[in-house]
Nanobody, 125 residues
Framework: QVQLTESGGGVVQAGGSLRLSCAAS????????MGWFRQAPGKEREFVAA????????YYANSVKGRFTISRDNAKSTVYLQMNSLKPEDTAFYYC??????????????????WGQGTQVTVSS
């Protein structure tokens, strides 16, 4: 069993930055594929970023590439999502997720076994 707790959401102006955190308990993040997803009202949940492996291989959605950075601190069993140059279209509920089996399709929500409760990010124009 893995418990995930997100924090760090809030309201920011366009062009600003936020850092989301996801603390994992039950398993250390170094043994998991960790992903960030987001869901805006009326839209499907979409992939944002993922990180896996000993060497921290990362994956990003095209819409956030170059602006967002996913990272992890194994000692704290925490994954981060640094979000820079935020845009109003980044406004959504952001979720952290963990894939225990490393099944390979890191972009699909159905791949992930555990989810956090989410945190709201609002970017004002």
């Amino acid at each position: 069993q893995v418990q995930l707790t997100e924090s760090g959401g809030g309201v920011v102006q366009a062009g600003g930055s936020l850092r989301l955190s996801c603390a994992a308990s039950g398993r250390t993040v170094s043994t998991l594929v960790m992903g960030w997803f987001r869901q805006a009202p009326g839209k499907e949940r979409e992939f944002v970023a993922a990180i896996r492996g000993i060497v921290s291989i990362t994956y990003y959605a095209n819409s956030v590439k170059g602006r967002f950075t996913i990272s992890r601190d194994n000692a704290k069993s925490t994954v981060y999502l640094q979000m820079n140059s935020l845009k109003p279209e980044d406004t959504a509920f952001y979720y952290c997720a963990a894939d225990v089996g490393a099944s390979g399709n890191y972009y699909a929500p159905r791949t992930y076994d555990y989810w956090g409760q989410g945190t709201q990010v609002t970017v004002s124009s």
